[in-house]
């Protein structure tokens, strides 16, 4: 039985732990620990604590497919639609530089980072937005072009399709400057610079409840006892509802295989497909795979792990028949995460009251823009006032 261990803090532990922080960062992810570096970047006396309810970043840092990624021209196409070329554009220029901090903060060989483009996938069916995707690629590549400085973003590739030895696509589309990381080691490389820069890092705290004051930020915990910080930074994404009820974040659950060993693996890259709903990338020799959420999007929209067997069903389908046809490719293991999207497809960083700034909403790009996004909310934080946080100095 899963019983809540509630206590008060010791003497010691008070004392000894948690006294005299000029700044908690709640959250461990991308945006947390970018913000916490960035602001004993700006000011080194600054006592700087992250608060984490999980074992590790509980939402999508440590579980993302690790996509370096900024946006397939049929993802691009439909938030066109939706939102305007202007601030499309202005989002995918936020990721492009996401990346490059990332990149500077942890360093590529830290990453794991391999530029090997991410392609977009089309099938049979599907040659009439394929047809719309080509037509504008001129075009995209002058105005993402002048973003990246890249001078060729994206290509048609079908040249390509013999040697990944897909079943039924048609067409691949390439985004040159695409990457890909490895998940595990970006998050651990980051863990270990803040840990270096004197950033405490306590895990199994969740917080309840916080209330600003002129006397700071009371932050209650699940635990039962409370703790007073001068400034907070709230950076928990998909969770942000849970301490923030009116803010505009939906949580999203993911559903994420990855395979055995595949003997002779050609795949390499980062692919999307179904405008981006699908993703699967090569691995270690293997193939990760998620997305479907479409599919059963009332019940993907939670904050709850667990597995959607509809979903998990059509991933198996589309490995075994369209990604790995005729190949002995078995699952080895499943996992979920959760992403935090909006009724606008970009990130929310803004000062909820006096003493607290959010910096959430990733919309799935974490990788991406996670870096920039926790480094803005960190300057909003101390814009003005630093000076009068060094409590502890």
């Known amino acids: 039985m899963n019983v809540m261990l509630r206590y008060n803090l010791s003497y010691w532990e008070r004392e000894t732990f948690f006294k005299n922080f000029d700044v908690a960062v709640v959250g461990s992810g991308i945006v947390g620990l970018a913000a916490a570096l ?34 397939s021209m049929t993802e691009l196409l439909d938030d066109i639609a939706h939102y305007g070329e202007d601030q499309v554009l202005t989002v995918v220029e936020k990721r492009w ?20 483009g991410g392609y977009e996938m089309f ?11 080509r037509e504008r690629i001129p075009d995209f590549n002058r105005k993402i072009g002048a973003i990246t400085k890249h001078g060729e973003v994206y290509k048609q590739v079908d040249e390509l399709l013999p040697r990944f030895g897909f079943r039924g696509v048609r067409h691949l589309i390439l985004n040159q400057p695409e990457g890909q990381v490895h998940t595990g080691k970006m998050m651990a490389a980051l863990l270990r610079i803040a840990e270096s820069q004197g950033i405490k890092i306590f895990n199994g705290i969740a917080i309840k409840r916080m209330e600003d ?8 915990t699940d ?35 990855i395979t055995h060993p595949i003997p002779n693996l050609t795949i390499e890259g980062c692919f999307h497909y179904d405008r981006g709903y699908y993703y699967f990338r090569n691995i270690d020799g293997r193939i990760l795979l998620g997305g479907g959420r ?14 959607n067997e509809l979903i998990r069903s059509a991933l ?15 699952v080895d293991a499943w996992w979920t995460g959760i992403l935090g999207l909006g009724s606008v497809k970009k990130p929310i960083v803004e000062r909820y009251s006096e003493n607290v700034v959010i910096a959430v909403r990733l919309s799935g790009m974490g990788v991406a823009i996670g870096t920039l996004v926790g480094q803005e ?16 100095s």
Not at 123 to 133: A, G, K, R, S, W
Not at 295 to 303: F, G, I, P
């Open 223 to 257: 635990a039962g006892w409370t703790l007073r910080v001068p400034r907070i930074l709230i950076a928990v994404n998909a969770f942000a509802r849970t301490l923030l009820p009116d803010t505009d974040v939906t949580p999203a659950r993911n559903q994420v295989l």
């Open 97 to 116: 530089r996401g990346l490059q901090r990332l990149r500077a903060l942890v360093g590529d060989e830290n990453l794991d980072f391999q530029t090997l």
């Open 38 to 71: 960035h602001l004993k970047s700006m000011h080194p006396r600054l006592n700087v604590a992250i608060l984490e309810r999980g074992v590790l970043p509980a939402g999508a840092s440590t579980r993302n497919a690790g996509f370096a990624c900024f946006g």
């Open 213 to 220: 004051s002129s006397q700071g930020v009371e932050l209650q």
């Open 377 to 392: 909310g960190a300057e909003m934080l101390l814009k003005n006032d630093a000076s009068r946080l060094l409590t502890s």
């Open 294 to 307: 479409h599919l059963d999007n009332a019940s993907e929209q939670t904050d709850e792990f667990g597995a």
């Open 123 to 133: 099938t049979d069916d599907e040659e009439e937005i394929f047809q719309q995707c």
């Open 316 to 330: 198996v389908q589309l490995l075994k028949t369209v990604i790995c046809p005729g190949r002995p490719v078995e």
